[in-house]
């Protein structure tokens, strides 16, 4: 089973400063990564697909890199309601199925 | 835009089953894959398995023994069925689409079940 870890667990930034959160596999995944932004009492909402396309409305600020088992989700510059627990999540063939990272914390300074 | 809805009791005591529906309004539920998803509270997210709207089902294999997830297109929705139910499965339940590209694109609003007696 593919194991996805994300760090750092928490990340202490300042609205306006350039935000780079990691999720690393435990084996290729090739480029099937997504990235997800989850706020208090609410579902988690797709922000990345295939490694680095956005989805639907989501803003320029946000890109994802990488491929393989190393990835990356930047926040170019942050706004105050960029601040939640982003999750990476990846589909495997086998065994079935889709796993998720443990999150990393984007918390105000 | 597609929307979800999870319904069903929140309350279950030990032992028993969990059921969850989560009905789909502003769309079709055929084609797609159909998934449920829980979280724990303060943890991470468990992906719990799939149903194609053909009825073809695929479970986490941590979980394959106790979950059924059915599908019913003429009433729009699909449900979850999770039994022999212990404190450990307390958690926030999510229903989400799958569009076969490996991510989850529409979420439903999510469902606090508690396990309790």
């Known amino acids: 089973e593919v194991v996805l870890t994300q760090s750092p667990a928490t990340l202490s930034l300042s609205p306006g400063e350039r935000a780079t959160l990691s999720c690393r596999a435990s084996?290729?995944?090739?480029?099937?990564l997504a990235w997800y932004q989850q706020k208090p009492g609410q579902a988690p909402r797709l922000l990345i697909y295939?490694?680095?396309k956005r989805a639907a409305g989501i803003p320029a600020t946000f890109s994802g890199s990488g491929s393989g088992t190393d990835f990356t989700l930047t926040i170019s510059s942050l706004e105050p309601e960029d601040f939640a627990i982003y999750y990476c999540?990846?589909?495997?063939?086998?065994?079935?199925?889709?796993?998720f990272g443990l999150g990393t914390k984007l918390e105000i300074k | 835009q597609v929307q979800l809805q999870e319904s069903g009791p929140r309350l279950v005591k030990p032992s028993e089953t969990l059921s969850l529906t989560c009905i789909l309004s502003?769309?079709?539920?055929?084609?797609?894959?159909w998934s449920w998803i829980r979280q724990s509270p303060g943890k991470g997210l468990e992906w719990i398995g799939y149903?194609?709207?053909?009825?073809?089902?695929n479970y986490n294999r941590s979980l394959k023994s106790r979950v059924t997830i059915s599908v019913d297109t003429s009433k729009n929705h699909f449900s979850l069925r999770l039994s022999s139910v212990t404190a450990a499965d307390t958690a926030v339940y999510f229903c989400?689409?799958?569009?076969?590209?490996?991510?989850?694109?529409?979420w439903g609003q999510g469902a606090l079940v508690t396990v309790s007696s």
């Open positions: 989400a689409r799958e569009n076969g590209g490996g991510f989850f694109d529409y």
């Open positions: 502003r769309g079709s539920i055929s084609s797609y894959y």
């Open positions: 149903v194609y709207y053909t009825g073809t089902t």
């Open positions: 084996q290729s995944v090739g480029s099937d």
């Open positions: 295939d490694a680095s």
């Open positions: 999540q990846q589909r495997s063939n086998w065994p079935p199925g889709y796993t």
